[in-house]
């Protein structure tokens, strides 16, 4: 086993670089296409996770565990990021009962 | 070689379902095809050797953050809202400019090439100990003050989220 771990090759880091920025980039796209602020908030997850996925490729490839303990904390501050938004969100659907952005565009409701 | 065809799999998975995600009509059908991304992102960090990371990505963002979010919308019942889309041209200039940043950074990445690079199966830096022992002793503080953040969060969202009392 511990042979087969050992023969797996490394991928270029450009591989890596390629597919994280894609990834980023759809996000992008889906927080300016989107009207649901619930599909926004994932779009946003969706480009933290690119840059996790690209952070612990660079920490691999540099034999760095910075990089991979960096990524733990984001991921610490995403799932609170994630927690808070959701609260924000149920309160602004109790209230308004309308989650798309087009019509929640008033700072005061 | 078996590497990269198994790289090939997930990232197409992975960008599928990341494109099927944007392009569901209904909320329920992002949220899944969601987990279905982190899913193979995890699967790329178990091909980098990240085990912890592995793990905790999917314990985290599956286990907890996607169940949030489908809580949200099966208890809300937002469901049934099919959004009424955006006029046609703001999508495509959306589509543009994501295209255009895509553009912009890959042709910046094209010839980076690490000077120095390890093979993460051999180094095992991914590895439970190995981080844990870097955790514990250089980035101690950090690692306290999350649980500090994660207080914060959860007094949020509990006095967020509940009802006013008459």
């Known amino acids: 086993m511990q042979n087969i771990v050992q023969n797996i090759q490394t991928l270029p880091i450009s591989y890596y670089l390629f597919f994280c920025s894609g990834l980023f980039c759809i996000g992008v796209i889906g927080v300016l296409i989107k009207r649901n602020a619930l599909v926004i908030l994932m779009s946003i997850e969706l480009m933290i996770n690119s840059i ?13 565990p910075a990089g991979q303990i960096f990524v733990f904390f984001i991921m610490v501050v995403a799932a609170a990021e994630v927690a808070i938004g959701l609260a924000i969100i149920v309160v602004i659907f109790r209230s308004t009962n309308s989650l798309d952005i087009d019509v929640l565009n008033k700072l005061k409701w | 070689m078996f590497t990269t065809y198994i790289f090939y799999f997930l990232s197409i998975l ?38 912890f990371l ?18 949200t919308v099966m ?29 912009v950074l890959v042709g910046i990445f094209r010839t980076y090439d690490l000077v120095v690079s390890y093979n993460p199966h051999l180094t095992q830096i991914g590895l439970v100990k190995n981080l844990g022992k870097v955790l514990f002793e250089q980035y101690l503080l950090p ?10 969060a959860m007094v949020g969202a509990v ?4 009802k006013e009392q008459i």
């Open chain 2, 143 to 152: 690692f306290e003050l999350a649980s500090v953040l994660f207080l914060t």
């Open chain 2, 14 to 51: 992975a960008i599928y379902s990341a494109i099927m995600m944007l392009m569901s009509r209904k909320p329920i059908h992002s949220v899944l095809y969601l987990t279905l991304t982190f899913f193979t992102i995890a699967g790329h960090y178990i091909l980098l050797n990240a085990q």
């Open chain 2, 75 to 103: 208890l809300l019942n937002l469901n049934n809202e099919e959004r009424s889309p955006k006029p046609g041209w703001i999508k495509m200039l959306a589509i543009l400019s994501g295209g255009m940043l895509m553009v």
């Open chain 2, 159 to 162: 006095l967020l989220a509940k």
């Open chain 1, 52 to 64: 996790n996925l690209l952070l612990a490729a660079f920490s691999a490839y540099s034999n760095d």
């Open chain 2, 54 to 71: 592995a793990v905790v990505h999917i314990i985290v963002y599956a286990g907890a953050i996607m169940v949030l979010f489908l809580f």
